[in-house]
């Protein structure tokens, strides 16, 4: 009898070679996506565990931004990451992370998605999915009022302006590539962009929406300069890893319930966002 083409039925030789050649799939995969989650496993684990995990950038006013005093965490995105798990059952475990912790955090598997507006970059999405959107914001300019550099947008790109921008977020590559006369200077922690246009440093710096809300809610030196016409307007989504379909598509649907059922319009009324929801 000729031997079977099939693992089970091949000679030893051959049968050694195919584990070989699974395992060195399922190494490539591990390296690549963390667990490589098939059709389900994301919502299984959620299940079992009764935990969703979300990632969020705690520092992110009016979307997860966390009270240094209390601990407390508000924001449109602290209250639907809440909607989010009372629709599937379970309670919300918050896994602190930031935009250029982003990526990793998901490929690696320490948290189910990531819900803090992130922006749906077209590098971000090679490596991440993301929902439909549910936000979307433009750029603004962000000075002190006792600034005589700055005054209006067309003031921001000259020659010996220090213009500001939180690294990893999306205003980096886009300052990079608009600005041809000012310089670039991308801040990241211990150092704030706040600190840094204080103490003189730069002259403005660049943010979105929801967080030029923060300066004008609780300072009375802060100056936005919003651009004259549409500049760079980006929608935003929840992000997770590719590597499970039906959980993306469980995310999908949450974002179509809330935006159906006033949810959305809701935590975007609480937390000053109305402008922004993603028509």
Not at 102 to 110: H, M, N, W
Not at 202 to 224: G, H, I, K, N, Q
């Amino acid at each position: 009898m000729r031997p079977s083409s099939t693992c089970f039925g091949a000679p030893p030789q051959r049968r050694v070679l195919a584990r070989l050649a699974a395992a060195a799939g399922l190494l490539l995969c591990l390296v690549q996506w963390s667990g490589c989650a098939g059709a389900g496993e994301v919502l299984d684990r959620i299940a079992a565990t009764g935990a969703l995990r979300v990632c969020i950038w705690p520092d992110y006013y009016g979307i997860t931004f966390r009270d240094a005093r209390t601990g407390r965490l508000t924001g449109i995105d602290a209250e639907l990451s809440v909607e989010l798990a009372k629709d599937l059952g379970v309670r919300v475990q918050y896994v602190d992370s930031s935009f250029p912790r982003l990526i990793p955090d998901l490929l690696e598997s320490r948290c189910d998605v990531a819900m803090f507006a992130v922006g749906i970059l077209a590098q971000r999405q090679k490596q991440l999915r993301f929902t439909q959107p549910y936000l979307s914001s433009d750029i603004y300019g962000v000075t002190t009022k006792s600034n005589q550099t700055v005054q209006s947008w067309a003031d921001i790109d000259q020659p010996g302006v220090q213009v500001a921008v939180q690294r990893g977020t999306f205003m980096e590559p886009v300052m990079r590539e608009t600005l041809r006369h000012a310089r670039l200077v991308p801040i990241e922690p211990p150092q704030s962009r706040e600190k840094e246009l204080m103490a003189g440093r730069v002259d403005v710096f660049m943010t979105d929406y929801p967080y030029s809300r923060r300066l004008l809610d609780s300072s009375d030196w802060a100056r936005l300069i919003a651009p004259p016409k549409p500049f760079h307007v980006l929608p935003y989504g929840y992000a997770t890893s590719p590597a499970d379909t039906q959980w993306l598509a469980r995310l999908d649907q949450f974002v179509s319930d809330i935006r159906r059922d006033g949810r959305l319009a809701r935590a975007a009324r609480n937390n000053g966002l109305t402008e922004i929801v993603a028509p």
